[in-house]
């Protein structure tokens, strides 16, 4: 398993610290997860306290927080301190555990997805755990229990508000799920594998020289019509505006995570915002060339860290630019345009690619 | 000139004088008891019906105005307010006694609805009762208060105790309908979308809306009983600003200092109310500004951009109104005969901060409209969701920018001048589509239309010599209006037709004090607005309504 030429993250770990076989592969899968699960919660705990309120705030021509540390910084782990010190409010009538379990699957499902995405190289270490034949299937998998996540959260919460948010999660993700996923098959079709690191090991060829430029054969170029599909699919599978319904706090209060307070509460916006991160990241892999870009392959890996913030800060901007459209023509426009487009997306991307190799 | 109304030939917008109106309702009419601003006409309390419906099918009053309810000595008394829509300067007052006994009156809601509102309150806080009204209760006041506090013979010494068992359970029976399979929700009175306390009692068929009634009186704070323990003079004029207290302060001040000045016979220079005129539409601005950031955060989610930045141009006229009044929400500028003092100084500087403010506006709105009203996403949510047709807005005495933008052609500072408006040069702005991206269209042109008005209103000021400045007539220390004197005032503000009625008794201090509030006419359209459409949309609705619960609840 694995490309010939780079060594995976867990193998790196255990070859450096020199325990072979069962133990060290143990140890290493261990390590490597943590570090990787750790950069990822990282970049949430910077984006939830602080980036997101600094990027809101230079939408909307406000300063921000800016009183505690510099920049405000220091406001990451205040709030870390607030949110958790916080009283866990448990309503009478909620459906325990599920009612429990639905904060730890959303983050858990989000997270799990990053095990086969690969992040590129940081000097010689390549930041990817598993890179197994159908790493593009099983990042997709993984991704769509948070729709399960939210219908416990919904409906164990005996909430009227949940209910409604729950449903409306369950809607949403069924109709932007599929062509989401028939869009990426697009990509696959042009790879011709499931393997992530195949697919970005296609798409470092030169498509073409602008003026002693090369362009790359990210598929974003290469197909763009598929790119701008995917990018709204996955901005309704991450349920930010336009597509923002489940939640949606001027009609249905929070939607699903009205009656979650303190840590339960932390879990579910750690979960939104892996996911938002996971979203950003299998854009990156699908389209966007995973962590190609200028420079050494040695800093690989910050090309790819740019990439997802990058979706991150677009995802952002919609939130401040967009309105949210309604529950019924959400559902119109993922049953009746994109899923068609889509498909017709697939077809066309068969036939060409048929025709030409 | 553009204030000239199209011709309506129409028998309906035909004036008559009192004596032609007595002979049209015969012997329907008992007596006379005219109020200053109309003839009253005093009618048996069981011929409501017959006398509302002939005075609107046969001589045109299709403008419930208001149902003002009072207690005498001897009796009870209903006043209906009618005018027309057509033509507001022509008014009638239908009074119904009542028994002080068994105060029982013919209701007018089968003639027109929005008498529906008007009665329960009348019935909460006076004890009226109204026969063939379709649904009797409080509305104010909590189902289990005891007692009608507006009445002489009210005891508010009376504990008001009312345990948990016998308030008005949400969740009861008749709500959980097993055949059609719907769901009871209770939006608000504490939810992001209510615009402050407001209580939508909601049935829903998934995530449609089946009913939706709203229950109001959460912020009820006696407003008028306060204003009738006041003295005309100095003591009431403070409350108006804390009526619609988003930033609309001097346009409700002018509902009061119009009402109780004509009352009074008290003259204002033309010199203030140019300054008047000036103030209340940088007022309108500010209260425009804060209903499209507030319709922005309910369609567009609740970090939109449009809120801010409509908040930032709000800040910019709150800074001129500081400048000139002295406080940013609270005014308290006006003063019986003119206002309390004149344009801060320098002049200069205050004009030239007001003209860069006109300047910036025009960009202001052309980037709202770049980013709201011509967004495709904004529009497949607004257009033709909401319906209020024209007919059902009159019907429900809709006023203001939502009648506006029903298509009523009706603006009380073109149709019954008050201020300085008949002689400047500005527009009355309606739009047809009847749906919630009219209403705001409305909101969003009237803004240019306020801006021109200030613009001139400035220029006026600026060349007014300077030994004519005069800020205030001569006004007695206390006023004490003729005993018995009634008048029923109206102005336009913000949310629309905010009207005053008061009663004098000889005192220094009003023996009625009845307020119009558009936002209560207006919100009770919201179920003709609500029902089929989806959740959303009935948020929309209501952002478009653009209620202030304050000035709901009073």
């Known amino acids: 398993m694995g490309t010939a030429s780079v060594q995976l993250f867990p193998e790196f770990i255990s070859e450096t610290l020199g325990l072979p076989g069962v133990i060290g592969e143990v140890i290493g899968a261990l390590v490597a997860a943590a570090v990787v699960g750790n950069i990822v919660l990282a970049f949430t705990g910077v984006a939830g306290p602080w980036a997101k309120r600094k990027i809101t705030a230079a939408f909307t021509d406000r300063i921000a927080v800016n009183r505690v540390g510099p920049f405000g910084l220091l406001i990451i782990p205040a709030s870390a301190v607030q949110l958790l010190a916080k009283e866990l409010i448990i309503p009478e009538g909620v459906d325990r555990p599920t009612w429990d379990l639905a904060p730890i699957v959303l983050p858990a499902s989000a997270l799990l997805g990053f095990a086969v995405i690969p992040m590129g190289r940081l000097g010689p270490v390549n930041l990817q755990l598993a890179d197994p034949e159908v790493g593009l299937a099983l990042v997709f998998a993984f991704a769509s229990i948070a729709s399960v996540s939210l219908v416990m959260a919904g409906y164990a919460s005996n909430n009227k508000y949940s209910m409604l948010g729950g449903l409306r999660a369950v809607a949403q993700n069924l109709a932007y799920e599929i062509p989401l996923i028939v869009t990426a098959m697009s990509v696959v079709i042009f790879a011709g594998t499931l393997q992530t690191s195949a697919i970005v090991g296609a798409q470092t060829e030169v498509l073409f ?137 697939l077809v066309l991307t068969a036939v060409i690619v048929g025709v030409i190799a | 000139m553009s204030l000239e109304r199209p011709d309506t030939p129409d028998d309906a917008t035909i004036e008559r004088t009192p004596d032609e109106l007595a002979e049209l309702l015969g012997d329907l009419v008992v007596g006379r008891d005219d109020h200053r601003n109309a003839p009253g006409f005093v009618i048996r309390p069981d011929t409501v019906q017959q006398t509302l419906s002939r005075l609107k099918e046969e001589a045109g009053y299709d403008h419930l105005s208001l149902v003002t309810a009072q207690e005498y000595e001897n009796r009870y008394e209903s006043i209906y307010h009618l005018k027309k829509f057509d033509d507001p300067t022509q008014e009638v007052s239908v009074v119904v006694p009542a028994d002080t006994d068994d105060p029982v009156s013919e209701s007018g809601e089968p003639v027109f609805r929005t008498a529906d509102w008007h009665e329960r309150e009348a019935y909460d806080l006076i004890g009226i009762e109204y026969d063939d009204h379709p649904d009797l209760r409080r509305i104010l006041l909590p189902e289990t208060w005891q007692g009608h506090p507006l009445s002489i013979g009210y005891d508010k010494d009376r504990p008001q105790i009312a345990t948990l068992p016998e308030h008005a359970n949400p969740l009861e029976d008749h709500h959980r309908d097993a055949e059609s399979d719907t769901m009871f929700l209770n939006i608000g009175p504490h939810h992001p979308a209510t615009h402050g306390v407001l209580h939508l009692k909601t049935i829903l068929d998934g995530e449609q809306v089946i009913d939706v009634e709203p229950d109001i009186g959460y912020l009820h704070r006696c407003e008028e009983q306060m204003a009738q323990n006041g003295t005309y003079r100095h003591q009431i004029m403070p409350y108006p600003d804390r009526w619609d207290y988003i930033s609309a302060g001097l346009l409700n001040e002018w509902a009061y200092a119009r009402a109780a000045e004509d009352l009074a016979e008290i003259e204002v220079p033309e010199y203030a109310q140019v300054i008047r005129t000036m103030g209340a539409e940088m007022c309108r601005i500010a209260a425009h500004m804060l209903a499209l950031a507030t319709f922005a955060l309910d369609v567009n989610g609740d970090f939109t951009a449009t809120f801010m930045y409509a908040i930032n141009d709000r800040e910019r006229v709150q800074n001129l109104l500081e400048d000139l009044t002295g406080q940013r929400l609270m005014f308290n500028y006006f003063r019986l005969g003119g206002v309390v003092w004149d344009l801060p100084e320098p002049r200069e500087e205050f004009f030239s901060k007001t003209r860069d403010f006109l300047d910036q506006l025009p960009g202001s709105v052309e980037e709202y409209h770049n980013l709201v009203t011509s967004n495709e996403i904004f529009q497949m949510r607004t257009i033709d969701t909401g319906i209020l047709p024209p007919d059902v807005a009159k019907n429900y005495g809709a006023t203001g920018p939502v009648a506006r933008g029903s298509g009523v052609d009706y603006d009380l500072r073109r149709d019954d001048p008050y201020g300085y408006y008949d002689e400047l040069d500005w527009d009355v702005v309606t739009e047809d589509g009847c749906d919630n991206y009219s209403r705001l269209l409305v909101r969003m042109r009237e803004v240019e239309e306020s801006a021109k008005i200030i613009g001139q209103c400035v220029d006026l000021l600026e060349d007014w010599p300077e030994d004519e400045r005069n800020i205030q007539s001569n006004v007695p220390r206390t006023l004490r209006p003729d005993d018995d004197a009634e008048i029923y005032r109206a102005v336009e503000a913000a949310k629309g037709e905010l009207g005053i009625y008061i009663r004098a008794d000889g005192t220094d201090k009003p023996a009625r004090f009845k307020i119009r509030s558009p936002c209560f006419s207006n919100l009770q359209t919201l179920p003709e607005m609500a029902n089929g459409e989806y959740i959303p949309d009935v948020i929309a609705a209501l952002g478009s309504l653009d209620i202030v619960l304050g000035e709901v609840d009073r």
Request: proline share 6%.
């Open chain 1, 209 to 345: 020289s602008v003026a002693g430029f090369d362009v790359p054969t990210w598929y974003a170029f290469v197909n763009p019509f598929a790119f701008v599909l995917f990018l709204t699919a996955n901005m309704a599978e991450i349920g930010r505006n336009p597509f923002d319904i489940p939640e949606a706090p001027t009609e249905i209060v929070a939607g699903y995570q009205t009656e979650y307070s303190s840590a339960y509460f932390v879990l579910f916006y750690l979960g939104e915002f892996v996911h938002i991160f996971l979203g950003g990241a299998i854009l990156a892999v699908t389209f966007l060339g995973g962590a190609s870009g200028p420079g050494p392959e040695s800093i690989g890996f910050l090309w790819f860290v740019a990439k997802i913030w990058g979706f991150f800060l677009f995802t952002q901007w919609a939130r401040s630019a967009l309105p949210r459209v309604r529950i019924d023509q959400l559902i119109e426009i993922g049953w009746k345009g994109m899923l068609v487009l889509s498909f017709a997306n």
